[in-house]
T-cell receptor, first 115, second 114 residues
């Protein structure tokens, strides 16, 4: 069985400061990795995903995440955050061998960007 | 391209009642998954439907059931509602043909059980 750990439940950061949201997973098989963002009272939006190839993936709004197989991590980073980045961020993992049956989310990290 | 839609947006029921939630998948997607998101937690997988058949199920009791229709829309039914069923219910669609299991979520239905 897979699991996802997001060690930081809350991350406060000042505007224009860098941020890193940590995600670690456990799986005995190859996986796809995802970051989703949830704004207040809304559903989840796909932020970025790692499927294969380059271990560094980027989103259109300045976030990036790096897949590290040896450390089983997929940390999310942004060099300079904006007030509008305040939201809940969820890391998720999908098992390649069991399509759809093992899409597991972490507990989430609440990012609060302070003025 | 039409995104994932869900109805209703909010719902209030009492304990013991039954509820049906609806989801229309994104255009071109043939797979629908349902998740329960309790307050302050990550989404928990309920089940998935592919080509009108259940394709996987999480750790939820049988009173949680679903349907998928030929147009790939879906329903989630919950019988004998309990207070702990209060949550945001999320529907996500994906394409088996895509092969990546990338899931696209609707806005959710907020269910309150009194």
């Amino acid at each position: 069985a897979q699991s996802v750990t997001q060690l930081d439940s809350q991350v406060p950061v000042f505007e224009e400061a860098p941020v890193e949201l940590r995600c670690n997973y456990s799986s005995s098989v190859s996986v796809y990795l995802f970051w989703y963002v949830q704004y207040p009272n809304q559903g989840l939006q796909l932020l970025l995903k790692y499927l294969s190839g380059s271990t560094l993936v980027e989103s259109i709004n300045g976030f990036e995440a790096e897949f590290n197989k040896s450390q089983t991590s997929f940390h999310l980073r942004k060099p300079s955050v904006h007030i509008s980045d305040t939201a809940e961020y969820f890391c998720a993992v999908s098992d390649l061998d069991n399509y759809g049956q093992n899409f597991v989310f972490g507990p989430g990290t609440r990012l609060s960007v302070l003025p | 391209e039409t995104g994932v839609t869900q109805s209703p947006t909010h719902l209030i029921k009492t304990r013991g009642q039954q509820v049906t939630l609806r989801c229309s998948s994104q255009s071109g997607h043939n797979t629908v998954s349902w998740y329960q998101q309790a307050l302050g937690q990550g989404p928990q997988f309920i089940f998935q439907y592919y080509r009108e058949e259940e394709n996987g199920r999480g750790n939820f009791p049988p009173r949680f059931s679903g349907l998928q229709f030929p147009n790939y829309s879906s329903e989630l039914n919950v019988n004998a509602l309990e207070l702990d069923d209060s949550a945001l219910y999320l529907c996500a669609s994906s394409s088996f043909r895509d092969g990546t299991d990338t899931q696209y979520f609707g806005p959710g239905t907020r269910l309150t059980v009194l």
